[in-house]
């Protein structure tokens, strides 16, 4: 049975669906006006491992995935002027990088990408809603608020409380808003930025808003879970709750997610410390399944600490995976086996996601392919097959584990080609053949100081990329 952690309650709580026949969870996206970074990187691929298990658990045609693109705000506007293009122009671009990255890091496509320019009607209609009930506002020649102290439970889910918020924050003083908590919902447009018109005036919507009019537009006014990162729980997801249940008078979200932050050597990620590192960085140096494992190593709650080390000991592990598969049959299209190995995967999963237990698991199970396949291929063959089936709920192991041992990428990467490497091996296997085994030594090394791993046993010699 599925226990999820609520950020709104602060406990683990058992997943009830408010339908069984479509599950619904809203994730909040990428503002897109640069290439995606590693804490992205981190939502993106634990929200898609919730995905892949809601869907194994309801069936694909039962869930909906909603993950939101904002594809307007102060950022893009600043970044598209001093690019010298139209917002809409930076926004595209970003948009096929973004992709490109997710696509590399194995994440499934939501089920619907709503943009924020394509939902004005669905956004002015809220806020109108909302000035109509009382619960915002608008001075004369500014910009249109939201009325933090009209309700009542607001700091429930960060647990801040208003007062205490008020008298330490450090919020930009506005002297158009009656409380300095106040959110803004629609922005008056300066001369040259991009705007919508409204009973307001002409502009274009607040961050908060956005997600408010969106989320309920794909899902309904009330649904299952809403996630993002943890620096999104306070004041971005507080406010959605509260203008989202002051215009429609119901319950927002039943369950909150929040995934921890990334920190660089045990120190937090930041431009101004000069630890900050995109996505496409990150691909330059390793595999993307090695990205990928190296995140949902970490439970996706805890702080996720990168570093070189980090990623080669994911790459490590990986790699010891892949070669318990290596030489076995295990197609995906087996039937699903049940027995204590999957027990103790799904056990692990269905406590709050647990994919370090879950992972655990898969070594059980490689163990298992290593201790049959030397003497009974095909006993070990069940083992792999489970291995792939349970790999791919985490999005993991679904290469050809030839493809992936013999992957030449990144900063590692030897320089030789498979070919390459092939016919000094034969060069090596000529020389043993005719006892020059210092010659068949010279060769071992060459490749060893290239990254190439060579296996001697029963059937001939393999190699894999170290």
């Keep these: 049975m599925l226990q999820i952690y609520n950020s709104l ?7 009830t669906p408010i339908d069984e026949n479509n599950v619904r969870m809203y994730v909040c996206g990428m503002t897109v006006y640069d290439f995606c970074h590693v804490g992205h990187a981190r939502a993106m691929v ?3 491992v919730v995905y892949r298990y809601l869907r194994k658990i309801y069936g694909a045609g039962h869930v909906t995935y909603v993950r939101n693109i904002t594809d307007i705000d102060d950022k893009i506007i600043r970044r598209a002027q001093e690019n010298n293009e139209e917002p809409g122009a930076l926004t595209e671009r970003f948009i096929e990088e973004m992709y490109r990255d997710a696509d590399a890091l194995g994440v499934l496509r939501p089920d619907h990408e709503p943009r924020a320019t394509q939902h004005i009607d669905e956004i002015i209609a809220m806020i109108k809603v909302l000035m109509k009930r009382g619960l915002a506002y608008q001075k004369p020649g500014s910009d249109v608020f939201y009325d933090v102290s009209k309700f009542e439970t607001y700091g429930d889910l960060s647990g801040k409380k208003p007062d205490e918020l008020r008298a330490g924050a450090r919020v930009e003083v506005d002297e158009n808003k009656d409380d300095p908590l106040d959110r803004v919902l629609w922005k008056l447009a300066k001369s040259g930025e991009p705007a919508w018109d409204s009973p307001w005036g002409p502009g274009r919507p607040g961050w908060d808003i956005e997600c408010s009019a969106m989320s309920t537009q794909c899902l309904g006014n009330h649904f299952d879970i809403h996630g993002g990162g943890l620096d999104l729980q306070f004041p971005h997801h507080e406010n959605e709750i509260a203008q989202s249940e002051g ?3 119901e319950k927002f979200v039943n369950v909150w ?5 990334v920190r660089v050597d045990d120190e937090k990620m930041s431009k101004s410390l000069g630890n ?8 330059g140096k390793y595999d993307p399944e090695v990205i990928r494992y190296f995140i949902v190593n970490s439970h996706y709650r805890s702080p996720l600490n990168y570093s070189d080390q980090h990623l080669e000991n994911a790459k490590s592990g990986l790699t010891t ?16 086996i049940k027995n204590e190995f999957s027990g103790r995967f ?8 647990n994919t370090p237990k879950a992972i655990a698991v898969l070594f059980e199970l490689a163990r298992e392919c290593n201790k049959h396949k030397s003497s009974d291929p095909l006993s070990a063959a069940p083992y792999a097959a489970q291995l792939k089936q ?4 985490l999005g993991l192991l679904q290469r050809d584990p030839e493809a992936f041992l013999k992957s030449d990428t990144g900063e590692s990467a030897s320089g030789l080609t498979a070919i390459q490497i092939e016919s000094l091996i034969d060069r090596r296997n000529a020389a043993r053949r005719g006892k020059h085994f210092v010659e068949a030594d010279r060769i071992r090394d060459e490749l060893a100081s290239k990254g190439v791993v060579l296996e001697d046993g029963a059937g001939g010699t393999t190699w894999r990329r170290e």
Excluded: P
């Design 247 to 249: 215009a429609t008078g």
């Design 390 to 393: 349970l790999g791919a709920l």
């Design 46 to 48: 634990a929200f898609d």
């Design 321 to 336: 995976l892949y070669t318990a598969l290596r030489g076995l049959m295990c197609g995906s299209e087996a039937e699903e």
């Design 9 to 15: 309650t602060r406990q683990k709580e058992i997943f």
């Design 346 to 353: 799904y056990e692990a999963m269905d406590d709050d996601f």
């Design 276 to 283: 900050f590192f995109t996505i496409r960085e990150v691909l």
């Design 257 to 261: 997610m929040h995934n921890g932050h």
